[in-house]
């Protein structure tokens, strides 16, 4: 098993290329389900979940054509076996994904239940109650979820809570369903609105993706369209807060500023100073941290996907950091990893109290999430000594080449067998 070994103290400088965003490539592929016609997609990122994605998509029966340039071709001429069995769903939930586009294209799925991970029980209630109003029907048996649906048709949806992927699901299903879907209390993720532009591309008629309420008139058929993934503004983030943390100055070329208002506007609370163009952000920081306070919320509040970096970068701040995660009922694993750093922690239910500390100690620590293990790199970067962080396969899922991007930023990184 893979781990990284991280000797700290070390300011950041220099420049590094942003990646596309994972959680826009992988409905984004699902979308190719929808359509016969081949997805021609630019900027995918090369991850682990893209390839956990690709796999599950090729036994549904979809041609996924990968290019080392980062693009990627899928065609889906036929569905050979509408399934996306549990051994691929327990280790993605995003698989979750392809019951939408499957039930629309051809009126069947099978899909196992997620189960629980370990940033919380994260039921797919809403995707469910979505789609009966749709018109499917869908049995529990034995661990999976067996829907059919005839042909789908438009209905009103408001949903009971904000879901990034339960959005997702049902704007994939509305797409080619009978009549008109109205989406109420969406998710305005980026992310969203970047599948609601590649639906487009295809032929969708898709309005007020990126606001709470969707539109999606259903079209008879999609066509192939060619299509480029944004930014990941998650990646982005945690560049800016490991920038943040270790001090120096840090170039992100090929980033989304405008995808990162909350997370910008910490940074510079903190005491980073930051300047934007249209597709590169710099931060230049000097000195300690000062310590800021945090509150999770659906975009465009302050991302959950950037807490744990969030609290890394409390940790050696100055002050006392309240972070309340508020979309995750146990997103706080990485917490009592950076107590075994030296980090003076203290969390009281759905807040943690972070009393900034002048040094964290490197020390050996375990990875439990993707963005857990972000949090965990970061705090190696600022500890005094070496920093061994284990099972980073969590962190594959979602960053392309991370120790490969901070050595180049002058971090003292490696991967070890
Ligand atoms: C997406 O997950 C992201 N993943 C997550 O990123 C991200 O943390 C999350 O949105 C929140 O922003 C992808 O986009 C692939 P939710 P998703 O449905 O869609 C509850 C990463 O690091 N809920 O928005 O699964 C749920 O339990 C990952 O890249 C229901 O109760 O999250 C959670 O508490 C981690 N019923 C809250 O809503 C449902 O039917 C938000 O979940 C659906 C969700």
Not at 39 to 54: C, E, G, K, Q
Not at 169 to 197: F, I, K, Y
Not at 276 to 302: C, H, K, W
């Amino acid at each position: 098993m893979d781990k990284l070994r991280i000797t700290g103290g070390r300011p950041l400088e220099g420049e590094v290329r942003i990646s596309g965003a994972k959680n826009a490539a992988l409905p984004i592929m699902c979308a190719a389900l929808l359509t016969a016609r081949p997805l021609s997609l630019a900027n995918v990122p090369r991850l682990r979940d893209v390839r956990t994605m690709a796999k599950l998509l090729g036994q549904i029966g979809v041609e996924a054509d990968e290019r080392a340039d980062g693009s990627m071709v899928l065609a889906t001429s036929a569905i050979r076996e509408p399934v996306a069995p549990y051994e691929l769903v327990k280790t993605m939930r995003a698989s979750v994904l392809v019951l939408g586009p499957l039930l629309a294209r051809c009126g069947q799925a099978r899909v196992s239940l997620p189960g629980g991970c370990a940033i919380g029980s994260r039921p797919v209630d809403q995707h469910l109650k979505g789609l009966q109003a749709m018109g499917a029907t869908i049995a529990i048996e034995h661990g999976y979820m067996n829907a059919r649906a005839e042909r789908l048709r438009g209905a009103r949806i408001v949903m009971d809570l904000v879901t990034v992927t339960g959005t997702e699901n049902l704007m994939l299903a509305a797409s080619l369903a009978e009549g008109t879907t109205v989406l109420e209390n969406a998710a305005r993720e980026p992310e969203v609105v970047d599948l609601a532009r590649c639906l487009a591309a295809m032929g969708a008629h898709i309005e007020g993706a990126g606001s709470s309420v969707i539109r999606i008139e259903g079209v008879r058929s999609l066509s192939g369209a060619a299509h480029r993934v944004i930014p990941d503004r998650i990646e982005t983030g945690t560049f800016l807060a490991a920038a943040a943390a270790a001090g120096g100055r840090v170039r992100l070329s090929g980033a989304a500023p405008d995808s990162l208002d909350a997370t910008l506007g910490k940074l510079r609370e903190a005491g980073a100073t930051i300047s934007t163009q249209p597709d590169a952000i710099e931060i230049e920081m000097a000195g300690r941290a000062n310590a800021v306070s945090l509150r999770t919320a659906p975009y465009p509040g302050f991302a959950t996907d950037m807490q744990a970096q969030f609290m890394a970068l409390a940790a050696t701040a100055r002050g006392t950091a309240m972070i309340t995660e508020t979309i995750f009922d146990n997103r706080f694993q990485h917490a009592l990893e950076l107590q075994r750093l030296g980090a003076d922690i203290t969390l009281r239910g759905d807040t943690a109290v972070v009393k900034g500390v002048e040094r964290l100690q490197g020390a050996k620590v375990m990875a439990t999430d993707l963005r857990a293990s972000a949090g965990l790199v970061i705090a190696g970067l600022v500890a005094q000594g070496e920093t061994l962080v284990d099972r980073i396969y969590h962190l594959d899922r979602g960053y392309e080449a991370l120790e490969r991007k901070l050595g180049a930023l002058g971090a003292r990184i490696q991967r070890v067998k």
